[in-house]
Each structure stands twice: as C-alpha cells, then as structure tokens.
C-alpha cells in the first residue's frame, strides 16, 4: 500500500512536472512578442517606444500566467491521485495557457482595440473555467486530501469569481478597452483571497 | 542491490524528465502556428477569421500530443530500468513529437489540400510506431515490472491500431482531406481503450 | 512535523523547478537571435561574418544569465520554506530574466549604440534589484535556514553590488557603449565574491 | 554527513535538471527550421520538396544532440558534488548545444557548401571539448564516484576521438561538403564505443 501510494504520488509529481513545462515555455515565449526593431541605428529611440504596448503586452501576460500558475501549484499541492479524467480536463487548460503568448501578442499589438481585449478577456475566462472544471472533477472523483477537500469553498461561491470578472469585462470592452483591460487588475485581489484555502501548504 | 534499483530508477526518472520536457516545449510551440496579424486595426476582425484553421490545427496538434504523452506516461510507470536501445528508440520517438508544430501548423494554413493532411497522418503514424517500436525492445530486454509485463496485450493485437488508423488515412485523404481528419477522431477512443492496461497505476 | 516539512521542501522543489524552467527556456531562446542567413550561397562568407555582433550578444546573454542562475541556484539551496510574497518577487524577477532574449538581441543587433546598451544595462540591474528584493523578503519573513541566513552579509554591503555596477555603466554608456560593455566584466568577478557565503551547500 | 551528502545529490540533480531543460529546448527548436511554407495550394507539393534540406539538418541536429545528452546523462549519474568551476564549464558546454538550432539550420539551408559543413563541425567540436573539459575538471576535483573514475579511461585515449573526428572534418568540407557530412556517421559509433566505462549504471 506504500509502495502503492508512493506511484501515485509520482504519476501526480509527473503531471505538476509536465505542466509546470508548459507554464515555463508559454511565460518565457511572451517575450517573442517585443521584436527586436529593424531599423536604422538612429531611429532606434523611436522604434523602442513604439513597442511600448508590447512590453504591456508582455507584464499582463507574464502577470496572469504567473497567477494561473500559482493557483495550480497551490492546487496540485492537495492532488493525491490523477486519473485519466484528470489528465484531460488539465490538457485542456494547458492548451489554454499555451495560446496566451498569441493573445498577449495580440494586446501588444493591438490593445486600443475592443476586439484584442475580447479575445484576451475570453482566453482567460476559459482558462479559469477549465481550471474550475479540473478541480470540480478532482473533488468528485476524490482525488484530493479529505482535510484540503473540507477545506476548500463549495463550487459555486468563490470558484467561479475570476472566470465571472473576465467574462463581464467583455462587454465593458465593446465601450472602452481601457476600462476593461483596467478591471482585470481585480483578478489579482480575487486570487490573493482564493489563494487562502490552501494557507496551510502553500502560504 | 537497494542502491542500484534506485540508481536504476534515476536513471529512468531523467529519461522522463527530459521526455516530458520534449513534450511540453512541442505542445507549447504549437502557439507560434497562429501568427499575430499584422494589418490595420480595422482589419482585424478579417485578418482573426482568417486564423480559425490556424485555431483548429493548434488543438489538434495539442490533442494529438497530449495523447502521446498521456500513453508515455503511463508506459514509463512501468519501465523499471532503461538501455542504450532505449535511449536511442525514445529519441527516436521524440524527434518525430517535435516534428509536429511543423506538421500542424501545416494542417492550419493547408488544412483543405490532401498534401498537408497526408504529412500529418504519416508524421503521427510514424510517431506511433516509434512508440511500439520502444514499447516492444523494453519487453524483450526485460525492462519492465514483471506484473506490469504480463498484463500488457500481445504485440500485435491493440498495439497497432493508432498506426493503422492513421496509415489508412492516407488514401482517404487523396479522395477528401476533411473525411481523413474526421477519422482521426477514432484515435481518441483507441487510446482509451488502450490506456486500460496500466490502470493500475495511471487511472 | 516531519511530512510538513517535507511538504514545505516539496513546495519549495516545485517553485525552483518552475525557475529553472524559465531559465533554460530564456537561455536557450538567445539562439533565436542569431538568424540563418537567406542570401545566395556565394554571399553567405559575408553574411555569417555579418552575424558576429549577434553572436557576441548571444554569449553575453548567456553568460548573464548562467550568472543569475547560479545565484538562484545556490539562494534556493537555503530557503527552507516559501510564501505567497516569495512567489511573486520570484515571478517578477524570472519576467526580468525572460526579457533577456530581448535585450540581448538588441545588444547583437545595435551594439554599438548608447541606448541598445543602456536597455540591456537597465534590464540587468532590474533583474538584479528584483533577485535582492526576493533574498531581503525571504530572510525578512524566516524562510531561510538559520544557519544560512546568519552566514549572508547584511542587506546594504554586497548585496547592491551588481545592480549597482550596471546601473553606473548607465552614464558610461552615454559617452562609449564599448567602455561601458567592458565594465559588464566586473560583474562576473563580484559573483565569484558573493558566491562565497554559501560555499558550504554550493561550492 | 547524510543530509549534506543529500543535499549535495540535490545540487548536482537541480544542475541534472537545468541541463536537461536546455537540452530539450535545444532540441525542440530544431523544428523552428523547418518553415512552414507560404505559397499557393497547388505549388505546396514543391515546396515541400524544397524543404528536404531543412528535414535533414532538423534529424542530423537531433542525432547529434540526442548524442551530446546521452553522454551527459551517463556522465552526471556518477557526478556525486558540484563546484562552482563545473557550473561554469558545464556552462560553456550548454551554450554550444544551445546553439545547435542555428549551425543545423545551416545545414538544412547551405547544407551542399562548405562554409555551413565547416560552422557546424567547429561548433560540434567545441561541445565536445567543452564536454572533456567539464569532466576532467570533475575528475580531477575529485566530485565523482570513486569506483566510476577508476572506471574511465585516462584523458588522452578515447576522450578525444569525436572533437578530433569533427575537427578532421573541416578539411574534408573544403573538398567535398557531402563526404565530410557523411564522415559525422563515425561519431555515432565512437559514442558506442565511448558509453562502455558507465555500463553498470547507464547501459
């Protein structure tokens, strides 16, 4: 039965291992998004400011990715076991968490526009939905701790605020994109209070 | 003997730490099949339609590389020491993984030629064989947990069908590219079926 | 007790891991900066002698961030816990050494100019203040071993050393870049000193 | 004395890890060679064929930096302390893998002259004299298994033989690009030969 559970314990390590690959590759390839210029050496001061938008593009990228990654560290910290359930609805997060360096391009390059900001708003909500999905799954499955599974908040209170935030932003964003981009500054106090479930591990 | 087994295991880790690293940097390269358009703002919404196929080529190559990795996975869990013979059919296997972001991104900007959807099919079907191909000289030098072994279904019964299907799809592909790519979907149900042996320890 | 800690290591395990992922990633992307030439072959003399400047940024890059990551390296070795604060001046450190594929690049295309080498001057320093911001928190919250954080020199003596050695070649770099890459050196001669008070577990 | 024995095992499996990192991305970036074309539907079967070059530097590439981490993995599984010398030279040593995208790339795009045969032998052998570099540096620190020194052959014997293949190269490439390539082939047998002395634990 250890031996058992120590199997477990490593077919999970794989997975966080695996995933935390791909939160690695996609935050460090954000920073294809600021080109270098080519241009003549003495409009270089000019070219660099112009990719002002993209070096935003790039912190907003960096900063959700980092909160995603956080929140699956301080989550897969409760995981016992996977099951094959498991291993796809997180795939499909990561497929989400993969297309971010295209979206972050996008506000780069095109984030005075409401169509960037929709598809970076709905990119991240379905991010978080699928990370909702693969906890919802775990919990039921019973594939966490019993004492972190009592202590994390029902479904539907908290688990959906950030995805909520996202997805409000959308039509905010068909009125100014500023103002949209402005309110996911509130996904990070969401997460600091989310974050508060697991204290005991990862706090 | 302990410390051997353990440096045997070790061994066996870091092949699959850096076969999951493989993985995860291919899946996460995908992303740069869907290239930030670059035209004029009110011409976004074009040019963003104009990428769906780049979309659609993006999860397919993530479904098709999470699949190999979720069946490395859990053959891995079973392989107790690795051989040179090992080494060299895994890198084998690996190369033609890495291969994919050039294989799907050619599925997303030549979706609807036969061409494309035939260097894709013959890429995942070489993949898949690479993939026997280690599976069966682990078996033959015993490199596998003895109980895990003779669970494992004969070489040629299941182990081939992910190959086949995708073999077969060549010619339908010559006649509709759209009806080969419909087939694929039949790869997802083999390897839930094929996934069952090591249930035991992967679900 | 004892699974906390060893719950606590893992955590820490997990958020070294996830660091050393950015740093491979990022150190491995310098390569990107040196293009394969697209000229006819008769001219490609030329052009690979064209591509010294970059190839020169490339092992700048590398050698700074090799740096920054055997600092990490042998900090992590001494932190014994981590919390939310650690995660995030970790993350923002990491978004400064991810740019780096970025200045380094700028370095290999526009070398010669003052503002080229003030960019990849500033970001070094950044980095480098952001590295002290994580050691400073950590100490300040007791994540470190007591031991370990007896043996580090306080805040205000070494520690601003290489931020400081950057952020003076600043004005240099207005008068000669030249000059002002060469006083870079400094840098690698002051890790070697820092180094030294983790020499039991490092070195 | 076992916890700092451990503690040592973990710095070298964190330096393990980190080079597998940079190996994986390395390797994976090879794909980035081969470009996805951009033509019409009907003049893709063309430029496909054109691509053959490419196709062949991304498996020569992959063949050779599959060879560099073989010999690395069953060097480092007798490596028991690190200093900070084989940091550094371990370094050097990664920063000529790491550049491997760019002389394969080379190769798929000058492959057939003489100046591209001759980039990429330098830059094999220089990894693998880094390589001797890094583990006579090891030996004569003492940070090996003593049983595994004993084991390996002195510095001047076979250590030497695949820099001194790669370096033999570059004057056949003035001559004939395509008999100095296939002369590589001898690499691949030397590495068999070469992999003996760590039988117990890698083979």
Wanted: hydrophobic share 55%; aromatic share 10%; with cysteine.
């Amino acid at each position: 039965v250890i031996s058992d559970r120590r199997d477990e314990r490593r077919g999970v390590a794989r997975l966080e291992a695996f995933s935390d690959g791909v939160f690695a590759i996609a935050i460090t390839l954000l920073v294809l998004g600021i080109e270098v210029p080519d241009v003549d050496a003495d409009r270089l001061g000019t070219a660099l400011s112009d990719l002002l938008p993209s070096v935003f593009g790039y912190f907003l990228g960096f900063a959700v990715i980092g909160l995603f990654w956080i929140a699956h560290h301080s989550f897969f910290a409760v995981v016992e076991r996977r099951d094959i359930r498991l291993l796809w609805t997180n795939l499909l997060f990561l497929s989400l968490i993969a297309a971010m360096p295209f979206s972050s391009g996008l506000i780069g390059d095109y984030g005075d526009t409401s169509l960037a900001t929709i598809v970076f708003a709905t990119n991240v909500a379905l991010a978080a939905l699928a990370d909702r999905l693969s906890e919802t799954e775990a919990r039921r499955a019973g594939l966490l701790q019993p004492e972190a599974a009592a202590r994390m908040p029902p479904f539907l209170s908290r688990n959906l605020l950030i995805p909520t935030l996202f997805l409000c932003s959308i039509p905010i964003a068909l009125l100014s994109p500023g103002l949209a981009q402005l309110s996911w500054l509130g996904a990070f106090v969401l997460a600091r209070l989310q974050h508060d479930y697991t204290e005991g591990s990862a706090a």
